[in-house]
Structure formats: C-alpha cells, structure tokens
C-alpha cells in the first residue's frame, strides 16, 4: 500500500511560482509512475503532468506545457511540481498520484492510477 501526501500549495498572485511536493511512503517508489492531477469545483478531475518510474518519460497537459515542470527524486520518495507564470485557470486542489509500472510508460488519465494523497490547494489571484 501506498501512501502519498501534497504539500506546497497556497495562495499566490498571477504569474508567481509555487513548487508543490508528494512525499510517499510504502511500497517500492522508484517502480511507480508518478503524476499530478487537479480539480477545480464543478470540474472534473484532470491530468496535469507525469513522470516515469526512471523520469526518462515526461508529459503534460497542453494548458500547462511549458509552464510546469515534474521531476522526481528516487532517492527521498518524492514528486515535485514547479509551476512557474500561474494564472487564475489554474486554481484548484492538486492531487499526486502513483501506479507501479513495470515499463517507463507514462499514464494520463485517473483511471490509470491506483493510489491518490488528499490534495493541496492552489489558488491563482488575478
């Protein structure tokens, strides 16, 4: 079993930085891929980016494509998202996910994933 806790969200203005951090626990995390996803209210929940279980394989989602970044540390069990130029349609609580994967394939949707933290909020003032 899998645990995984966010943290790093908050309230910035528009075009700040925030980094956001998945910290796991159990399980083996460097067979996991890893991702992020988010979910405003009244929206669904959607993919923003992943990572492999070797970070050989990045993705993102085209709203947030050169914006933010994932990378990993293996070493510490830990995820992290560098989001950089926030804006408003980025608010919303940001969930870490994780799924083992014997391969460096990278899964973008939440039914891909079997383990999900609690979320952290981000909210992007205008």
């Known amino acids: 079993q899998v645990q995984l806790v966010e943290s790093g969200g908050g309230l910035v203005q528009a075009g700040d930085s925030l980094r956001l951090f998945c910290a796991a626990s159990?399980?083996?995390?460097?067979?996991?891929?890893m991702g992020w996803f988010r979910q405003a209210p009244g929206n669904e929940r959607e993919f923003v980016a992943a990572?492999?279980?070797?970070?050989?394989?990045?993705y993102y989602a085209d709203s947030v494509k050169g914006r933010f970044t994932i990378s990993r540390d293996n070493a510490r069990n830990r995820v992290y998202l560098q989001m950089n130029s926030l804006k408003a349609e980025d608010t919303a609580v940001y969930f870490c996910?994780?799924?083992?994967?014997?391969?460096?394939?990278?899964?973008?949707?939440?039914?891909?994933?079997?383990?999900w933290g609690q979320g952290t909020q981000v909210t992007v003032s205008s």
């Open positions: 996910a994780a799924v083992y994967t014997a391969s460096n394939r990278v899964p973008t949707t939440t039914t891909s994933y079997d383990y």
């Open positions: 990572i492999s279980r070797s970070t050989f394989n990045k």
């Open positions: 159990g399980g083996t995390f460097d067979s996991n891929a």
